[in-house]
């Protein structure tokens, strides 16, 4: 019985050594004395697009934009209001990280700077209505009972054209970092049995999303964002300098208010667009 036990200790001791040299690079980034500047490049205009369900040909449905006049939302949508909340989102979150945090009024500042330098372009940038099938199913008494709804949703998508900036190269590498952040109707319900009468019926909530709820996924996917181009370079840095002794090093997450780093079970953050 001793051996397993022993077997277990030895792998514990392994995952706290491959997870301390990560922690010590993560620390090393917040606490450096010379932060990372970062610039954001606001966009120079953002998509609209309406995708409206076609129950007769629902494969189709996001080959070909409707018209926005027929949207619930974005016929209303003052998009010069919904750009201004993201991008002002965005900047101030990030500055609550230990990062300079600049934009293209300051390029000279920025460029004279020392230290590590970044600038995230916001190449492009929609916001997507569309609307989401809702099938709920129950077996009663070798019935299925099935209902359905279509759900009202507006996602706000960002591509980010990344570049560091660096005196020593001729021409900077540039990454593509995608992210989407999204709203919903939401429907919360049940089949209901009804033995005196001897019918089914569906009972449900709805949670019905408005205008106001668009803009306020604008300022969430604006913080969002912050948060990702933060752990993006750090978890960056700590690919580059971490040597952990099992597999690659762990996803740390930096909490702002805090100022605690912690290691993350799961990998949220930016997709990485490979380019053609």
Same mark, same amino acid.
């Given at each position: 019985?001793?051996?397993?036990?022993?077997?277990?200790?030895?792998?514990?001791?392994?995952?706290?050594?491959?997870?301390?040299?990560?922690?010590?690079?993560? $620390?090393?980034?917040?606490?450096?004395?010379?932060?990372? @500047?970062?610039?954001?490049?606001?966009?120079?205009?953002?998509?609209?697009?309406?995708?409206?369900?076609?129950?007769?040909?629902?494969?189709?449905?996001? !080959?070909?934009?409707?018209?926005?006049?027929?949207?619930?939302?974005?016929?209303?949508?003052?998009?010069? $209001?919904? !750009?201004?909340?993201?991008?002002?989102?965005?900047?101030?979150?990030?500055?609550?990280?230990?990062?300079?945090?600049? *934009?293209? =009024?300051?390029? !000279?500042?920025?460029?004279?700077?020392?230290?590590?330098?970044?600038?995230?372009?916001?190449?492009?940038?929609?916001?997507?209505?569309?609307?989401?099938?809702?099938?709920?199913?129950?077996?009663?008494?070798?019935?299925?009972? $099935?209902?359905?709804?279509?759900?009202?949703?507006?996602?706000?998508?960002?591509?980010?054209?990344?570049?560091?900036?660096?005196?020593? @190269?001729?021409?900077?590498?540039?990454?593509?970092? #995608?992210?989407?952040?999204?709203?919903?109707?939401?429907? =919360?319900?049940?089949?209901?049995?009804?033995?005196?009468?001897?019918?089914?019926?569906?009972?449900?909530?709805?949670?019905?999303?408005?205008?106001?709820?668009?803009?306020?996924?604008?300022?969430?996917?604006?913080?969002?964002?912050? $948060?990702?181009? #933060?752990?993006?370079?750090?978890?960056?840095?700590?690919?580059?300098?971490?040597?952990?002794?099992?597999?690659?090093?762990?996803?740390?997450?930096?909490?702002?208010?805090?100022?605690?780093?912690?290691?993350?079970? *799961?990998?949220?953050?930016?997709?990485?667009?490979?380019?053609?």
């Amino acid at each position: 019985m001793r051996r397993p036990l022993l077997y277990i200790f030895f792998l514990w001791v392994l995952l706290l050594a491959s997870c301390a040299p990560g922690k010590r690079a993560a $620390r090393s980034f917040v606490a450096q004395p010379d932060p990372i @500047a970062v610039m954001i490049v606001p966009p120079s205009f953002s998509y609209q697009y309406f995708y409206p369900f076609d129950a007769q040909n629902p494969g189709a449905q996001f !080959d070909e934009p409707g018209a926005t006049e027929e949207s619930f939302f974005l016929k209303d949508l003052d998009l010069e $209001r919904a !750009d201004e909340i993201f991008f002002s989102s965005l900047i101030n979150t990030l500055r609550r990280y230990p990062v300079r945090v600049y *934009t293209p =009024e300051n390029f !000279d500042v920025f460029l004279g700077l020392s230290g590590e330098r970044y600038i995230f372009t916001i190449a492009q940038t929609e916001i997507k209505e569309y609307e989401e099938p809702f099938v709920e199913r129950a077996l009663i008494d070798t019935i299925v009972y $099935r209902q359905a709804f279509l759900l009202n949703q507006v996602a706000r998508n960002t591509w980010f054209e990344m570049v560091k900036v660096d005196d020593h @190269a001729a021409e900077p590498s540039m990454q593509v970092l #995608f992210s989407n952040f999204f709203t919903s109707d939401i429907v =919360e319900g049940r089949f209901r049995y009804r033995p005196f009468i001897g019918d089914v019926i569906y009972e449900y909530t709805a949670d019905v999303l408005d205008l106001n709820d668009v803009y306020n996924l604008q300022r969430q996917a604006g913080q969002m964002n912050a $948060r990702y181009i #933060f752990e993006f370079l750090l978890n960056s840095h700590v690919q580059q300098h971490a040597r952990p002794l099992l597999g690659r090093p762990a996803h740390f997450r930096y909490d702002p208010r805090s100022g605690q780093i912690t290691r993350s079970r *799961t990998r949220d953050g930016f997709l990485v667009l490979d380019q053609e």
